[in-house]
């Protein structure tokens, strides 16, 4: 089987009992230990008959097929090796018709690998967005029946780019995401792309950490109270870290800062209990609601301090810091 064992939804396939019990089976993107250069020529060796000019070397002695492979790599190999005649012309057509092949090979190698590491992770600690397009020999087949001894670089480069366009159509969602990280894999994202790319992921992490929109209320704070600590104290070490270059601002910030780290750490630590019962978040007496709803009080005050401060006065805190516990709190407080 090529490419890799798993299927658009991102689920594992798995071959049949009744089929692995009966041949020698084998998925080409599972097991690859020690034989990543076999894996990889088998690329160039299953495109051979998509592409019109390399097609007749399926039918001609297999020994030409590795030895204009070994010359497109840069290989001595003289034309005597070769058991068919082929005019120098034809020769030289059919070397760079296997070096574009290579070009294009190794961008479905990574593809491949990025999609089988993308769909054996628990969607509980992605940081990214599931990445769902392929590098399989289907689409090594595809771009090989279009590539050409004559193209350039950037003409290469636009096929693979057309080639990937048409494939991200087909996904269920995503298409967004699934092509900038492609471009992230090629190298070839421009500053505007890279900004977009970045913000994605910002929002991802952010859904991630806060639940989804599908999520309950109660599912919501057991995921973010979680993260609550770490939050406080990356507020802490982010105030030790400045103490010698703060402003003026910041330094009339860093009471109200310790306090609402003081205050959120005593919260989260009354609950800690609560993750792993519902009842008891929602069973949050009203001393505890009228604490957190100080606490949110103080982080609107942060929140519009950080706001408000200059860029001649920075305020040193971890991006988001703030902003993610106060959702946290409002949370918590939300739950009826």
Same mark, same amino acid.
């Given at each position: 089987m090529a490419g890799n064992p798993y299927t658009e939804s991102g689920e594992k396939f798995q071959i049949p009992d009744m089929l692995a019990n009966r041949a020698d089976v084998h998925n080409l993107g599972d097991v690859l230990s020690g034989k990543e250069g076999a894996f990889a020529l088998s690329y160039i060796e299953n495109a051979l008959t998509?592409?019109?000019?390399?097609?007749?070397?399926?039918?001609?002695?297999?020994?030409?097929?590795?030895?204009?492979?070994?010359?497109?790599?840069?290989?001595?190999?003289?034309?005597?090796?070769?058991?068919?005649?082929?005019?120098?012309?034809?020769?030289?057509?059919?070397?760079?018709?296997?070096?574009?092949?290579?070009?294009?090979?190794?961008?479905?190698?990574?593809v491949n690998a990025a999609y089988i590491s993308s769909a054996s992770q628990d969607d509980r600690f992605r940081t990214e967005p599931r990445f769902q397009l392929q590098g399989s020999y289907r689409n090594m087949a595809k771009l090989a029946q279009r590539i050409v001894g004559v193209m350039n670089d950037d003409e290469l480069q636009a096929l693979i780019d057309d080639h990937y366009m048409g494939e991200a159509q087909t996904l269920t969602s995503g298409a967004e995401s699934n092509l900038l990280k492609l471009k992230e894999l090629r190298g070839r994202l421009t500053a505007e792309e890279a900004a977009r790319w970045t913000a994605i992921k910002k929002s991802f992490a952010k859904l991630q950490w806060a639940g989804g929109a599908d999520d309950d209320p109660v599912t919501r704070v057991t995921?973010?109270?979680?993260?609550?600590?770490?939050?406080?104290?990356?507020?802490?070490?982010?105030?030790?870290? *400045?103490?010698?270059?703060?402003?003026?601002?910041?330094?009339?910030?860093?009471?109200?800062?310790?306090?609402?780290?003081?205050?959120?750490?005593?919260?989260?630590?009354?609950?800690?209990?609560?993750?792993?019962?519902?009842?008891?978040?929602?069973?949050?007496?009203? *001393?505890?609601?009228?604490?957190?709803?100080?606490?949110?009080?103080?982080?609107?005050?942060?929140?519009?301090?950080?706001?408000?401060?200059?860029?001649?006065?920075?305020?040193?805190?971890?991006?988001?810091?703030?902003?993610?516990?106060?959702?946290?709190?409002?949370?918590?407080?939300?739950?009826?």
């Open positions: 998509a592409n019109p000019v390399l097609a007749p070397l399926a039918g001609r002695e297999f020994s030409d097929v590795y030895n204009l492979v070994r010359m497109a790599e840069g290989e001595e190999v003289p034309a005597s090796a070769l058991r068919h005649g082929y005019s120098k012309a034809e020769q030289s057509e059919l070397v760079s018709i296997f070096e574009k092949l290579f070009v294009a090979r190794d961008v479905l190698l990574r995921k973010q109270i979680s993260g609550l600590s770490g939050h406080v104290e990356g507020v802490r070490e982010s105030i030790d870290s *400045a103490s010698e270059r703060r402003s003026a601002k910041q330094e009339a910030l860093l009471p109200a800062i310790l306090e609402l780290a003081a205050a959120v750490e005593s919260v989260a630590s009354s609950r800690s209990a609560a993750t792993s019962s519902a009842s008891a978040i929602k069973g949050m007496s009203a *001393a505890q609601r009228k604490k957190l709803t100080k606490v949110r009080g103080m982080l609107d005050k942060v929140l519009a301090e950080a706001q408000t401060a200059g860029e001649d006065e920075p305020v040193t805190l971890p991006p988001g810091t703030i902003a993610q516990l106060w959702q946290a709190v409002k949370t918590l407080e939300d739950v009826d």
